[in-house]
């Protein structure tokens, strides 16, 4: 048999693309959610519960849009409310055009939070994402 020099490196280069390739699913403490042709990349983020995660909101749309996570009451309450803009609450932000935010939250709780842009027809649209939080 032939030593090949190069082949462990290879094989390494193989694991890393393939781990890429399919994702990581452990938490982040940070994450940056862009927003293209009234989309989120990416649909989901993870999170550790109980861990803060500073997620940065861009907005690559020459039109307003906002980011509200939480609980199925949450997204009931602005489907149906009157703000017109968010920046006091770390899970409701309004991100101007062309602009970006950032935003650190913490959920105590395991388990899928959306988050959607609810201004008028952009959640059925497909403006929705998953902050799934996962046990520590």
Known sequence: ????????????????????ACGDASASTHAT???????????VITAAAGEPITITLRNDD?????W????????ERHRTGTEPFHDQVPTEVTI????????TLTFEEPGDYLYICHLPGHE????VGTLRVLER
């Not at 959610?33 to 649909?43: I, K, L, N, Q």
């Open 124 to 127: 059925a649209y497909g403006m």
């Open 33 to 43: 959610v862009a927003v293209h042709y009234s989309r989120f990349t990416p649909e």
């Open 62 to 66: 020459p039109i307003e849009h906002e």
């Open 1 to 20: 048999m032939i030593a090949r020099p190069g082949a462990p490196l290879l094989g390494l280069a193989a694991l890393a693309l393939l781990a890429v």
């Open 68 to 75: 509200i996570a939480g609980a199925p009451d949450v997204h």
């Open 96 to 103: 101007p055009a062309f602009s970006t935010r950032v935003t």
